[in-house]
């Protein structure tokens, strides 16, 4: 037995020392395959760590659900934030010769350039600490000096690697925030569905709180993102490849794989335990636009809040907001320092581990095909080593964190791509909009869900069409009515009857829900509601808007001219009042509510349209100038369509519409003087009827005696 034993071990080291001596004849071949089989593995492995994850349900559910109040929005890094990043990618980089593109070109050079310098500078310490050794100074210097001078490509390189990137940022941000403004104002006078996003999407559609701060905060953030992302992705991944395989020519690409296997092991283990910063990031967003929401309202509404004393309401109310983001913070800083202790000591302390036992292999094991060196050449060996293992751990480890990144980038990618897809719909004319319960029954759901006709005529005319407010409460079921250019209409009845919902009906800015709509383009129509909007700018700027001053002078007209317009309504001497034409103020501080209807009454006779809305527009002003106003309108050939109480502009107008706030409405020839005498008697009727309690009780008094 023990010579069978002798001979099977002999046998065995015979066969040990064949393919032993197989493996070191073809150890050169074995090494580019390992390496070959390494780049791919880097490149397969990254591709399969950041691509889409498997949805749990359909997109288009998700779309839905996302983005609606209460719910914070869906993020992933799974299809559909791929399907919406490709989309704004096609935005930011419209073709491979824009100028963005040719950035990214450039950047990429650069990534390249710094990663050479990495490996030379490597290459340079293991040679620097290996002269100290053989105490050699002249060679120390030597490579000192070459230090130095490599220190001026490689400032120079990362100098202009952060400036190419922050320039790709602005880049990023300039495109999408021209297209954004694009869709969300749109062209000039733009008729149709299409148009007046702005309005629409506050008005008209629940998806988006607060599209300010989407269009200035978020596109923001995701453009530096965005441009950061190339960056923290592709020049970690290239290094690890490069480190690795200047590291598998001294070491030995055997170790690699042991090196490699250990790494994707642990690196399991910390995705794992990767909290969903996306989702933390996109939440945050929406908690601080919903704080910025609250306080904006505070400061559109002081003067109500002042007259109510609604401090302590409002305080609660900001409070409220600022605790929910607080609270959320709160929470995203301990998973945050939870996971940065475990990501610590794996990616540094682990790693680093396997690292010095991969660059002492060539120290206490001698490789096939390396040469004896002395005690400085080990030392170079080992420096050289444990800087390119230090680069590459550090390379890896990027892009462990850049799955960090690219969770967060998904998080301003869905606030961004809600705002695209949500100005798409409304642009559409699909809208998402809390109904009222009464637009569940089915007589009002069949109204909402048709929709009617709009023609283009000098004329307006209704037919059988319904009043539909934007949350689905019905108003009139079915208005008929028709004036031509020149018919003044008085539009009467109680709050909430659908007086304001004609005029918008008629500016385009609400959809039609059946029947036929006959009217002029909306720019034919310019409003002027109880409080007129005055913009930013000069004295001159709040007659001609939204006229430029080269428009105006392009129509002819003079600052003469419009000096004129305001003697009609009494206020040529704001112009030297306030300083000239060109003095800047905050206008809707600086000017009384009567004169702020006068400006916009100026404005009105400036632009001179077919036909004038005219919302409680002479509430604050003397009944001489309301009329002098009106005829003025008149004499131009404006059309007037007024909202008003005043029984002093009856007279101006020769059709009414009077609602009763039922659903009902009545539309006839207005006749000022019969309906004067009935309102005198009326109110004379209704004085005498005061009365007869008090006679009651009296003559109840009378009888007693």
């Known amino acids: 037995m023990a010579v069978l034993s002798t001979l099977r071990s002999q046998e065995f080291k015979k066969s040990l020392d064949r393919l032993s001596s197989l493996y070191l004849r073809n150890r050169p071949l074995v090494q580019r ?21 498997p949805a749990s349900a359909s997109a288009s559910k998700k779309k839905k659900s996302e983005g609606k109040e209460g719910q914070p929005p869906r993020v992933a890094v799974d299809a559909l934030f791929y399907q919406r990043l490709r989309h704004i990618i096609s935005i930011v980089i419209p073709g491979i010769r824009s100028k963005e593109a040719l950035m990214l070109l450039m950047h990429s050079s650069l990534l390249i350039t710094r990663t050479a310098i990495s490996l030379y500078v490597a290459t340079l310490d293991g040679k620097i600490v290996a002269s100290l050794v053989r105490a050699k100074p002249l060679e120390f210097f030597s490579n000192i000096l070459r230090w130095l001078l490599v220190a001026i490509p490689a400032t120079w390189t990362n100098s202009w690697l952060s400036y190419i990137q922050s320039k790709l940022a602005i880049a990023y941000r300039t495109r999408l925030t021209n297209l954004v403004m694009q869709e969300y104002l749109g062209e000039k006078n733009e008729v149709g569905p299409g148009g007046k996003v702005y309005y629409k999407i506050s008005n008209l ?21 965005l441009a950061a992302i190339y960056s923290n992705l592709a020049k970690p991944v290239l290094d690890v490849i490069l ?7 001294n070491v030995g690409a055997e170790g690699l794989v042991g090196l490699t296997i250990m790494v994707q092991l642990s690196a399991a283990l910390l995705r794992s335990l990767t909290p969903p910063f996306g989702s933390y990031t996109a939440l945050s967003a929406q908690l601080a636009g919903a704080l910025r929401h609250t306080h904006s309202r505070l400061a559109e509404f002081a003067e109500e809040i002042a007259f109510m004393g609604g401090e302590e309401t409002e305080k609660m109310l900001v409070e409220r ?46 490789l096939p095909g390396a040469e004896n060196v002395d005690l400085g050449g080990r030392t170079e060996g080992f420096v050289t080593n444990r800087r390119l293992l230090l680069s590459s751990s550090d390379a890896f480890g990027r892009v462990m964190y850049s799955y960090k990144d690219l969770s967060e980038l998904a998080g301003y990618t869905a606030r961004v791509s809600a705002l695209l897809e949500t100005m798409e719909d409304v642009k559409k004319g699909r809208f998402e909009k809390a109904l009222v319960s009464s637009a569940s029954t089915e007589e009002n759901a069949k109204i909402l869900q048709g929709r009617g006709e709009v023609i283009m005529s000098d004329n307006i005319q209704f037919e059988n069409v319904p009043i539909v407010t934007p949350n689905g409460d019905i108003l009139v079921r079915s208005l008929s009515f028709k004036i031509q250019h020149g018919q003044h209409l008085l539009i009467v009845g109680p709050n909430g009857c659908g007086k304001s919902s004609l005029f918008r009906i008629l500016g385009g800015l609400w959809p039609v829900y059946g029947g036929i709509v006959r009217k002029p383009p909306a720019s034919s129509f310019i409003l002027i509601p109880q409080r007129p909007y005055l913009t930013l700018g000069t004295l001159r700027d709040q007659i001609i808007y939204p006229h430029s001053q080269a428009e105006m002078t392009a129509r002819g007209i003079t600052d003469d001219d419009l000096l004129k317009i305001l003697a009609v309504v009494q206020m040529d001497n704001v112009v030297e009042r306030e300083g000239g034409w060109d003095s800047v103020r905050e206008w809707r501080d600086a000017l009384s509510g009567g004169d702020k209807q006068k400006i916009a009454w100026a404005r009105l006779f400036y632009h001179n349209p077919k036909y004038a809305i005219l919302d409680e527009a002479t509430s604050l002003v003397p009944p001489d100038m309301e009329g002098r106003m009106m005829e003025h309108a008149t004499e131009l050939g404006i059309t007037l369509l007024t909202v008003s109480h005043r029984p002093s502009l009856w007279k101006y107008h020769e059709f009414i519409l009077h609602y009763d706030g039922q659903g009902g409405y009545v539309f006839t020839k207005l006749d000022a003087e019969k309906r004067l ?26 009888k007693g005696f």
Request: glycine residues 4%; proline residues 2%; contains cysteine.
């Open 677 to 702: 005498a009935l309102q005198s008697e009326k109110q004379a009727l209704e004085t005498k009827l005061s009365e007869v309690p008090r006679m009651r009780a009296r003559l109840a008094e009378l």
């Open 243 to 249: 480190y690795n395989y200047q590291l598998s020519q």
């Open 321 to 366: 907001d600022y605790a929910t983001v607080i609270l959320h913070e709160h929470r995203v800083l301990r998973r945050k320092w939870w996971f940065g202790c475990v990501e610590e000591g794996i990616v540094k302390w682990l790693w680093g581990s396997f690292g010095l036992v991969l660059c002492a292999i060539p120290v206490f094991f001698k």
């Open 205 to 225: 559609d629940d998806r988006i709180k607060n599209p300010d701060q989407m269009i200035t905060h978020d596109i923001q953030r995701f453009s530096a993102s």
């Open 33 to 53: 395959i390992l390496n070959i089989s390494f780049v791919f593995y880097v490149l397969g492995t990254t591709y399969k760590g950041f691509a889409a994850r």
